[in-house]
């Protein structure tokens, strides 16, 4: 409800505002796909083995709610080949099953950004130069970018099986949890947030030790790029995030005023085989989303994004028993300005005290006396100001002098 549903939405025609000025269309992803499209994100992952909201339909088909929309984006891509590189972003409500509490919701909202069909490491840069300008323009100084590359599949196999060794070998110091993920995908331990996990984590193989010569390259022209648009950012050896598909560049925006378990604002990265995985032609991909409400959250927390004025302008106020506030409102909202009014059946004084809770600068009132000189009186409802009356052909030319002063 407002005034969260304002500044949601001032959000989102800001990401949009940023998406189109760098090339990006717009695309509304469906809201459920076949059970298949999200599975083959990874069977190892949360997200696919635990989160997926499910069910069979009335044709007997297995669904999913969307866990996000990257899944969904590659679907399209397969099945309507548009000309690449296909850039595209969206935005909307995703469903996960997790636990819920602050900053982390069952029914959450994203925006984000993705481009198909180029491996162009430049274009890391530029979604990583999107995101961070968005976070600029809401007001947020604090967001910190967090950078890494996971290589290609090949040398992430080899630190996986060396990773899984180490555990393997300090697997008394590990929760009970990181031994059971550990198994599953020992990338994931990396991230844990407990502070046991952390200590052995510590001492792991560094994944930067086990990239090829291509990635290695590709990873520098990224943070050559960001340098050049003078964006900081921070190597996060362990970022590994919740998704199994990504390769090479990875990142996520934290933001130091949220609790450190929730405090992922947005993240993303390369998805090379993702397309191919789902069908499609073997065509590279990279973006990103963002948690349109923990961004929220952590505007709360640097007092930072306003919501939006949405009150009205102007209150029109008739005692007539005729239709003029209807009349009037229309004719000021045709020229742009925001105009409400209040029941006309009701007293002067109901609708004045209408007129004063409503948060508007001006009442524009019709009373039998406007009626008879075919005028309409406005009354400044802040500050200083006296009540006039003018003919009625001129109330939108003063009530806009009014407002611009
Ligand atoms: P992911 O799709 O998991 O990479 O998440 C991208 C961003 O979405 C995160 O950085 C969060 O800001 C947001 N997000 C993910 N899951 C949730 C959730 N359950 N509730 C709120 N925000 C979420």
């Not at 990239?211 to 362990?238: D, H, K, M, N």
Request: hydrophobic share 40%; aromatic share 8%; charged share 25%.
């Amino acid at each position: 409800m407002p005034p969260v549903t304002d500044r949601m939405r001032a959000m989102v025609e800001i990401f949009a505002d940023e998406a189109t000025k760098a090339g990006f269309g717009h695309v509304a992803p469906p809201m459920f796909e076949e059970v298949g499209v999200f599975v083959r994100l990874g069977e190892a992952t949360d997200v696919v083995k635990k989160e997926l909201y499910s069910f069979e339909d009335k044709g007997g088909r297995m669904i999913s709610l969307r866990p996000e929309q990257t899944a969904s984006l590659c679907r399209m891509f397969a099945q309507r080949r548009p000309v690449t590189p296909w850039k595209a972003w969206y935005s909307g409500a995703n469903f996960r099953y997790e636990q819920s509490q602050k900053g982390r919701f069952r029914q959450f909202d994203q925006v984000g950004a993705e481009v198909i069909g180029s491996s162009d490491p430049d274009l890391d840069t530029e979604l990583i130069a999107l995101a961070a300008r968005f976070y600029a323009r809401i007001g947020l100084t604090r967001t910190q970018l967090l950078l890494n590359s996971l290589g290609d599949p090949a040398d992430r196999a080899v630190y996986t099986d060396a990773l899984r060794s180490y555990l393997s070998a300090n697997a008394s110091g590990l929760s009970e949890q990181a031994r059971e993920t550990m198994q599953r995908n020992p990338l994931r331990v990396l991230d844990s947030k407990r502070e046991s996990d952390q200590e052995v984590v510590g001492g792991a193989p560094r994944l930067a030790e086990f990239l090829s010569v291509e990635a290695t390259a590709a990873f520098e022209r990224v943070q050559r790029g960001l340098r050049a648009l003078e964006i900081p950012f921070v190597i996060e050896s362990r970022l590994v995030r919740g998704l199994d598909y990504y390769n090479r560049t990875t990142f996520e925006f934290a933001a130091p005023g949220l609790e450190a378990a929730q405090n992922a604002v947005g993240g993303g990265g390369r998805y090379d085989g993702l397309v191919a995985d789902l069908g499609g032609p073997d065509e590279p991909g990279v973006g990103f989303a963002l948690g349109v409400d923990r961004t929220l959250l952590a505007c709360d927390a640097e007092g930072a994004f306003e919501a939006p004025v949405t009150a009205p302008q102007i209150w029109v106020i008739a005692t007539t028993g005729g239709i003029e506030a209807v009349e009037l409102a229309d004719r000021f909202r045709l020229a742009g300005l925001r105009a409400d009014r209040s029941d006309s059946s009701r007293s002067m004084k109901a609708q004045m005290k209408a007129a004063n809770k409503s948060g508007a600068e001006v009442a524009v009132i019709v009373g039998p006396d406007e009626t008879a000189q075919g005028a309409v009186s406005i009354k400044p409802l802040r500050g200083q100001g006296e009540q006039i009356t003018v003919p009625d052909h001129a109330s939108l030319r003063t009530v806009q002098e009014y407002l611009q002063k």
